[in-house]
């Protein structure tokens, strides 16, 4: 067994399917097949049970997946600690990061990185923040940077706060929010239930023309042709000088913010490929 087969596994584990695991590693299906077979052979139990839907786990392979995860970080240290003490900064960086963290922030900060580091194998998931936690918490994921606060054991590290604006057009200036469409944009269930509290304490009715969108672009979009208004943190309000921003604060004083915390195992950090790319997330773009 190496680090391929970790791999194959994991996969097969997430997919449930040959054909997206082949896809993902870039194998083909027979090829997959084999090494899975001669894992079984070697492990001497069967890890899956085929039938025409996919792949269902057996409890062997239930029983296994937190070890083989740990075995594969151990092995990525070793060759890591290995190449770092001959001058090298290599192995494999994966993680998660929310969409908006990706699209407005991570760009620059990865750039830099690459540059500097070109061995690293670089391997990158976006979603929705609460969807890479739950990955997190079932080890399919050793790092991530989320936005909002979730209750994790492992090691965090709070990368930024920023404020959280009520969001027109300059066209609407003056109107009454309440006769304004409100463009909900999906986002993470704690966020949505700050924003309901301030509409709540601020006596905001929604209009029944109320429009719903799935990402950031499309309701700015919305925002900048005067059909609505939402509720936005300032992460993907920079340089937008076309809007009118309102910054929030809730009826007791406090400040309506937005956090972004990079939650990981700390066995995962001690990889020097990992502990470099935690100090630029810390430092920000350059």
Request: positive net charge; proline residues 5%.
């Amino acid at each position: 067994m190496d680090e391929r087969d970790i791999q194959i596994f994991q996969s097969l584990m997430e997919t449930r399917n040959v054909t997206k695991t082949a896809q993902a590693l870039y194998m083909t299906q027979s090829a997959i097949t084999k090494r899975l077979r001669k894992l079984e052979e070697e492990l001497g139990s069967s890890l899956f049970l085929r039938s025409v839907r996919g792949l269902t786990p057996t409890p062997s392979a239930d029983s296994i997946l937190s070890e083989m995860d740990r075995l594969q970080v151990s092995l990525q240290r070793i060759k890591s600690l290995s190449q770092f003490a001959q001058g090298h900064v290599a192995g494999h960086l994966k993680f998660g990061v929310s969409v908006n963290y990706a699209r407005y922030t991570l760009p620059p900060i990865l750039k830099q990185y690459m540059t500097d580091y070109p061995g690293v194998r670089i391997d990158v998931a976006t979603g929705q923040s609460l969807e890479l936690f739950t990955r997190l918490q079932e080890n399919r994921l050793s790092m991530a940077v989320l936005r909002g606060q979730f209750p994790w054991a492992g090691a965090s590290l709070l990368l930024s706060r920023e404020a959280v604006y009520a969001v027109t057009s300059r066209e609407n200036r003056g109107r009454d929010l309440s006769s304004l469409p409100y463009i909900h944009r999906q986002s993470d269930k704690p966020f949505m239930s700050r924003i309901q509290r301030w509409k709540l304490e601020q006596h905001i009715v929604e209009s029944p023309m109320s429009i719903q969108v799935n990402d950031v672009s499309t309701c700015l979009s919305m925002i900048s042709s005067g059909i609505g208004w939402s509720v936005l943190p300032e992460i993907c309000l920079k340089d937008r000088k076309d809007l009118l921003l309102q910054p929030l604060t809730f009826r007791d004083g406090t400040p309506f913010m937005r956090s972004t915390y990079v939650l990981y195992q700390e066995e995962y950090a001690r990889l020097p490929q990992v502990k470099i790319f935690l100090d630029r997330l810390k430092g920000g773009p350059a």
